[in-house]
């Protein structure tokens, strides 16, 4: 007899990441695809339907299989969004109940397991998202703020202070590097370069930029002057959110993790880390999250459905390897 069986999506970020799960908390599957925000990809709506098919084929599930499909999905801020979020998921006979929230939203429940906190989203974009004691979500776009530590506005700066001549002896490897990157041979013809915008398609640019981004993080952790100031100021804006969400919160102790590529390598989780230990509004503990963000969709999939977020599938779940980061 076939499972019946719920999907969770984490729409994060430049990749669209799939889970199937039957009602008890075992994976059936995961499958990965391209991005699902429009303001990242234009095919999004073909990248998240052909993920989702993936995935379920993978389980040996059909679609009249699927009790429920929970999405969380970059870029989803309001009511106006809701158009293009629907048309996501919109798959001829996939008729089960479908919940849509913001990415932020999904990482949060995996991380924490519906409790208080503060969950830093930093890779392809970014945002802060706290829940507190009273279960209310405090994002720091709600105050108009937002932390340029995505992956892109990283290696925008480092250009931008490259050109600017704001650099060190010492970051003559990442200047190469950075020349190497985009193709010319020294600062002269990136100047150019850039004083033609790069590249005219703004996604693309925006993309491009993204990719390059490991490059500043890697460079930060061997030393380099000018990556480490970029990376620097993208951490001291993420604790401007931080601390402004956290004085939301009852408690003086709030826990906090990070998502995402940039706040999780090895310099920026180090930085993030050591910079909550000097909290001004509470005392903020960093915490490795528990489950992965699609595992987070999978919880809250169980919970619209009604069905009891208990140990046992919690632990089902956490025997597959992407259910946890």
């Known amino acids: 007899m076939k499972?019946?069986?719920?999907?969770?999506?984490?729409?994060?970020?430049?990749?669209?990441?799939?889970?199937?799960?039957?009602?008890?908390?075992?994976?059936?599957?995961?499958?990965?695809?391209g991005a699902s925000s429009i303001h990242k990809d234009r095919n999004a709506h073909k990248n998240v339907q052909q993920t989702i098919r993936m995935a379920l084929t993978m389980a040996g599930c059909r679609l009249d299989q699927v009790k429920g499909l929970y999405?969380?999905?970059?870029?989803?801020?309001?009511?106006?969004?809701?158009?293009?979020v629907t048309r996501l998921t919109a798959i001829e006979g996939l008729g089960c109940p479908k919940w849509y929230v913001n990415d932020s939203v999904v990482a949060h429940t995996g991380a924490f397991m519906g409790n208080p906190g503060i969950v830093v989203v930093s890779g392809t974009g970014s945002m802060i998202l706290g829940i507190t004691?009273?279960?209310i979500p405090i994002k720091n776009v709600d105050f108009h703020h937002y932390a340029a530590s995505a992956a892109r506005f990283l290696s925008y700066d480092a250009v931008y202070q490259m050109l600017a001549g704001n650099i060190h002896p010492s970051d003559e490897s990442l200047v190469r590097q950075i020349q190497t990157y985009w193709g010319v041979e020294n600062r002269d013809q990136l100047r150019m370069l850039a004083l033609s915008g790069f590249i005219e398609d703004p996604q693309e640019r925006d993309k491009k930029f993204g990719e390059m981004a490991p490059l500043i993080t890697t460079a930060a952790e061997a030393g380099s002057?000018?990556?480490?100031?970029?990376?620097?100021?993208?951490?001291?804006?993420?604790?401007?959110?931080?601390?402004?969400?956290?004085?939301?919160f009852k408690s003086d102790h709030v826990s906090v993790t990070g998502i995402g590529s940039v706040v999780n390598c090895a310099y920026m989780k180090s930085k993030l880390i050591n910079s909550l230990q000097s909290g001004i509004n509470k005392q903020y503990e960093f915490q490795n999250p528990q489950l992965s963000a699609a595992a987070g969709a999978v919880l809250m999939a169980f919970r619209s459905l009604g069905l009891q977020v208990d140990s046992q599938r919690v632990e089902s779940m956490r025997r597959h390897p992407h259910a946890t980061w």
């Not at 799939?18 to 499958?31: E, R, T």
């Not at 999405?71 to 293009?84: L, T, V």
């Open 3 to 33: 499972h019946e069986v719920v999907i969770g999506i984490d729409g994060g970020g430049s990749q669209t990441r799939v889970m199937v799960s039957d009602l008890y908390g075992n994976i059936l599957s995961y499958a990965v695809g």
């Open 225 to 248: 002057p000018l990556a480490r100031s970029v990376c620097d100021e993208g951490m001291k804006q993420i604790m401007v959110g931080v601390e402004i969400i956290g004085s939301f």
């Open 71 to 84: 999405a969380g999905i970059a870029g989803y801020e309001s009511d106006q969004d809701m158009e293009w």
């Open 133 to 135: 004691e009273r279960e």
